[in-house]
């Protein structure tokens, strides 16, 4: 199975400014924001087991041809972090978004199919298409999409009434793919629409390695691609989203029955909620040829955590894998005061 009006146009304008303007410059072959906190102070760059501070001046984004990010060079000695929790996965990037602080960078600018966290994308869209209140009626060929595909699905049924709220859910938390599909149709409309505005937003937000061919991540017509490096900066702008971030983070939601839909209980197959401290979301994906994804953040001590896994053989690991390396950061960390 995979993993996984006027009004409307002033909302896109407002997001895409404060994409534009508080995005962290990030270089990919560097793994080094170039962001720092406000009023002149050092930024902290962490690189494959050390941090090191510098004035935000010195830091410029090298050439592509220099060292790459995780390169000892950058280690001074007698300043070793404690030990790196092992990553299985093909690739992964760890930082703190509330300072820029970089943890982890693996094979972090590696393009690669993200899965269901394609799905990320989907639902920012959305919101930026629609209305909560708005109403979707699932057609067969949604839910013959998921089912074709051998996909994860929210068991939606054709004929069925629901509100876009209650459809991101179904996005979300059992990865739906049938809902996935219904929204891309109707707010494309049609997938083929829907895909060209994931990734004109992509752009929108400098995610230059990243192209989507789908709204759900599965392999037909293509998967698409992605970095970890990205992907993290995808689920930064994400969760500045209040209602993304709701249901990002919710581990159960309920539909009850209604004359226009059946009563459905879609549970979240993010399993660090509700388990590892100050979780607040993402996204899992699988796919044979994506392996087991994760998106995933925390809020710990004034910080913000945002990691991402990408290529992952064994999908319990990834959890396991997301929760030592929040435990990690947070002890490299001092609180915020």
Same mark, same amino acid.
């Given at each position: ?51 090191? @501070?510098?004035? %935000? *001046?010195?830091?410029?984004? #090298?050439?592509? /041809?220099?060292?790459? !990010?995780?390169?000892? +060079?950058? $280690? ?103 809902? @996935?599909?219904? %929204? *891309?149709?109707?707010?494309? #409309?049609?997938? /083929?629409?829907?895909? !060209?505005?994931?990734? +004109?937003? $992509? ?106 896994? %990408? ?11 997301? !929760?030592?390396?929040?435990?990690? $950061? ?8």
């Amino acid at each position: 199975m995979h993993h996984g009006g006027t009004g409307r146009t002033a909302r896109a304008a407002l997001v895409t400014a404060l994409i534009l303007g508080t995005a962290s410059s990030v270089s990919p072959a560097w793994g080094i924001s170039t962001s720092a906190p406000p009023g002149g102070a050092s930024a902290r760059v962490s690189v494959t087991g050390s941090t090191v @501070s510098a004035p %935000l *001046a010195t830091l410029r984004t #090298p050439a592509l /041809t220099a060292t790459p !990010a995780f390169a000892p +060079a950058f $280690a001074p000695a007698g300043d070793r972090r404690a030990s790196v929790p092992s990553v299985p996965g093909r690739a992964a990037y760890l930082y703190d978004a509330s300072t820029g602080t970089i943890h982890l960078s693996k094979q972090a600018g590696r393009r690669m199919p993200v899965a269901s966290l394609t799905k990320i994308m989907t639902a920012y869209v959305v919101l930026r298409e629609a209305r909560l209140a708005d109403t979707v009626t699932v057609q067969a060929e949604d839910v013959r999409h998921a089912a074709a595909n051998g996909a994860t699905h929210a068991s939606l049924r054709a004929g069925e009434r629901l509100t876009v709220r209650d459809l991101l859910y179904a996005v979300m938390l059992p990865s739906g793919a049938d809902a @996935s599909h219904a %929204l *891309a149709r109707v707010y494309g #409309p049609g997938s /083929t629409r829907f895909v !060209a505005k994931m990734n +004109a937003t $992509a752009r929108s937000m400098g995610l230059v390695d990243t192209r989507y061919a789908t709204p759900d991540g599965l392999p037909k017509p293509g998967p698409g691609y992605s970095t970890a490096l990205d992907q993290a900066k995808l689920a930064d702008l994400a969760l500045r989203d209040p209602v993304l971030r709701i249901i990002a983070s919710t581990r159960r939601h309920l539909v009850a029955k209604s004359k226009v839909h059946r009563a459905h209980t879609w549970t979240n197959s993010n399993k660090l909620l509700g388990k590892t401290p100050g979780v607040t979301g993402l996204k899992t994906g699988y796919t044979s040829a994506a392996g087991y994804c994760l998106s995933f953040a925390a809020d710990r001590e004034g910080h913000r955590f945002i990691g991402v896994i %990408l290529g992952e053989s064994n999908g319990d690991r990834r959890f396991q894998t997301a !929760a030592r390396l929040l435990d990690w $950061a947070g002890e490299q960390t001092p609180p915020e005061l």
